[in-house]
């Protein structure tokens, strides 16, 4: 089946069209970066008023860098949640009424699921695996048994790993997103300059939590030290506490699950930090690293398409009851 994606559940309206004997045919994405900068961080209605104006020309323009049309697509994939609940809602009612116009099956697409099986993109990955799912919104390991087999293994106990670099950044007096501002000036700085401090709980606990780093650097910023600190040695500093704590837990589960394969996933999975460090561990321990590329780890409308096509060919469809939801399905 030729699916139309549809993602809108953050700050990015994207649309893309995936065939599985042609492959991701168009990938389309609406950033609104420059509209949330302003404000440090992403404004719920704000962003539904963009995802209102970017839906229609994001939607045309995948489908023509597809060349396709009603009658080359089979089905309708969109984002129902998590999320904002606004933004997932502009998404959900557009691809409701092309699905109602078009007379074309639709399927309501998680989020979450969407990022863990976006690296089938790129890499056939073989069942099991484990997923770290790094984002502004979630920070989860998951056991991954098949298309639809995902269990959560564990989560964050407070702030995502996204929102943690975001946060760090704005403390810094980075701009928004911070998470990239912090992988782009840790790139100068030294990782071992200041040690911060990692949360690991429980010995084989899965869990994450970040809020100790966050005070922990508000102090050091707050000291003589850290207001005579280099920025970029804080953010190198900082980004090694969450990368080591973040590649150290993925591959922990991965020996105590006895599944040999990692796969990243999520806008923070784009770190470069953990990117290498995650590898570097994974070799030393035998677990094969697969880093999907950067476009498919952030928000984008492929990986919503790629799933859609799995469940829609299974014959897996929604009905008009389809609505759109806030809160993660996913608990341990
Ligand atoms: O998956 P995503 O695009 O949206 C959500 O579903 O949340 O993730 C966005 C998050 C933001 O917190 C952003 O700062 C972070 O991913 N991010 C990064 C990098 N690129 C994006 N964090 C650290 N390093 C990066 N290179
Ligand atoms: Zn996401």
Redo the contacts with the bound molecule.
């Keep these: 089946m030729r699916i139309l994606g549809i993602e809108s559940?953050?700050d990015e309206t994207a649309a893309a069209v995936f065939d599985p004997s042609a492959g991701l045919l168009s990938n389309v994405v609406s950033s609104q970066v420059a509209v949330h900068g302003a404000y440090g961080g992403v404004v719920p209605e704000l962003a539904s008023r963009e995802h209102l104006k970017s839906v229609l020309p994001v939607v045309e323009r995948a489908l023509a860098d597809a060349s396709s049309g009603r009658g080359e697509i089979d089905g309708i994939a969109v984002t129902a949640g998590p999320g904002l609940i606004g933004s997932l809602l502009v998404g959900l009612c557009f691809a409701k009424s092309l699905s109602f116009a078009w007379g074309k099956p639709i399927y309501g697409v998680d989020?979450l699921e969407s990022?863990i099986y976006a690296v089938f993109l790129e890499n056939p990955v073989e069942f099991p695996y484990i997923a770290l799912l790094v984002?502004?919104?979630h920070t989860s390991l998951f056991r991954v048994e098949g298309w639809d087999g995902a269990r959560q293994l564990g989560g964050t106990l407070d702030d995502a790993a996204?929102?943690a670099?975001?946060k760090a950044a704005r403390m810094m007096g980075l701009p928004y997103?911070?998470?990239?501002e912090?992988?782009r000036m840790a790139r100068e700085g030294n990782p071992g300059r200041y040690s911060f401090p990692r949360a690991w709980l429980s010995r084989d606990s899965a869990d994450f939590s970040f809020s100790g780093l966050k005070t922990a650097l508000r102090t050091f910023l707050g000291s003589p030290e850290g207001q005579a600190a280099r920025v970029e040695d804080v953010a190198a500093s900082c980004q090694e506490a969450v990368a080591d704590v973040l590649s150290g837990k993925a591959i922990a589960a991965s020996q105590r699950e006895g599944i040999p394969r990692v796969v990243l996933a999520?806008?923070?999975s784009?770190?470069?930090r953990l990117r290498a460090l995650t590898q570097e561990r994974g070799s030393a321990a035998g677990v094969e690293v697969f880093l999907p590329s950067k476009a498919l780890c952030?928000?984008n409308a492929a990986m919503v398409a790629l799933l859609g096509e799995r469940r829609m060919s299974a014959g897996r469809f929604s009905g008009p009851e389809l609505n759109a939801y806030a809160a993660s399905r996913f608990s341990r």
């Design positions: 559940s953050c989020h990022h984002s502004g919104g996204g929102e670099f975001d997103p911070g998470g990239v912090i992988d999520g806008g923070v784009a770190n470069s952030t928000d």
